[in-house]
């Protein structure tokens, strides 16, 4: 059991490594991905704002008109005593009472949109800037990127060219060895020919009488002979 619990853990850090792989390799556009889901959410949250904003006005519409319809109804009751009416005067004054008690629910809501809508566009502000923030490093990322993979070719261009070239002069170089070696052979073979041609033309020489004649005995003994009977 401890065995294949090892095995289990083993095979969750190779998928893990896998994973951790797959995102370092496509970093870039899944950052570039999150960029355009932030500014998908961000559409949508400004949709909404529109509509708590629509509803901040309508009640604030509404707790106008309320504030009006006091003062109104304020208005009847000083008519109702002009004309002695404490009766009439005093149902004026529970309808406004009922007003007031509608007007301070309203204006809590009032004021619960207000504070909402506030920090709303505050978020949206933040998130702005955030994403154009965002949009500016993805541009950085790109450009490094691309200088990367630049640099990345030119230096395995640079490897491959060099590696050609070496290749390349180690050819030339076996060629001028072998055109040399040639070079050498026929040299030996005209020197060879020089001399075996010299050493027939002293021997014609030689058998024609032509030149330098070897010393002998008899030539020697005759040249004596020849100048004692002088």
Sequence with gaps: MSVLKKIMTAIRGGAREVGELVVDANGTRIFEQEINDAQTHLRKAKQDLTEVMAKQMQ???????????ISEHEGYVAQALDKDDEALALEIAEKIAQL??????ETEVVNSFTTHVARLKE?????????KEYERQLSMVKTTES????????TDNF???NSRILSAKDSLERIKKRQQDNFDK?????????????????????????????????SVLDRIKANKSA
Excluded at 147 to 154: D, E, G, L, P
Excluded at 194 to 218: H, P, V
Aim: aromatic share 0%.
């Design 186 to 218: 026929m040299s030996a073979a005209e020197a060879l020919m020089e001399e075996d041609s010299d050493k027939g033309l002293e021997d014609r020489m030689k058998a024609a009488g032509i030149g330098e004649q070897r010393t002998s005995a008899n």
């Design 100 to 105: 007031d008690v509608e007007l301070t629910d």
């Design 147 to 154: 200088v990367q993979k630049a640099s990345a070719a030119i």
């Design 123 to 131: 978020l949206v502000k933040k998130t702005e800037r955030q994403i």
């Design 59 to 69: 009640a604030s519409r509404k707790a106008e008109a309320t504030k009006a319809s």
């Design 159 to 161: 490897s491959s060219s």
